[in-house]
């Protein structure tokens, strides 16, 4: 089994700074992509960002040029930079993982979410 371990949310002013991480931890697995969700109360789930090892990271239009992914593999962790956030990314981001265990399929895990609130 893995398992996601989100830090980092919390209160935050528009036009701030936080950071959100995630860690990965668990036996026998490799990492294939790592990503931060959200969903804000009454929306669906949606993508933040994704980091995929070897390949540029991506980001939703909403947050692109304000918020930076990164990926530590030697700690198995993503990290989320959100800079100048606004009142309208409050949400609970949720971190995931897509990963390779020997003799499973490919599968992906979520972390529990934290929350972040963007508010003067």
């Known amino acids: 089994q893995v398992q996601l371990v989100e830090s980092g949310g919390g209160l935050v002013q528009p036009g701030g700074s936080l950071r959100l991480s995630c860690a990965a931890s668990?036996?026998?697995?490799?990492?294939?992509?790592m990503g931060w969700y959200r969903q804000a109360a009454g929306n669906q789930r949606e993508l933040v960002a994704t980091i995929v090892s070897g390949s540029s990271p991506s980001y939703a239009d909403s947050v692109k040029g304000r918020f930076t992914i990164s990926r530590d593999n030697a700690e198995n962790s993503v990290y989320l930079h959100m800079n100048s956030p606004k009142p309208e990314d409050t949400a609970v981001y949720y971190c995931n993982a897509l990963i390779a265990r020997p003799t499973e399929r490919l599968t992906m895990y979520w972390g529990q979410g934290t929350q972040v609130t963007v508010s003067s």
């Open positions: 668990g036996s026998s697995f490799r990492i294939l992509s």
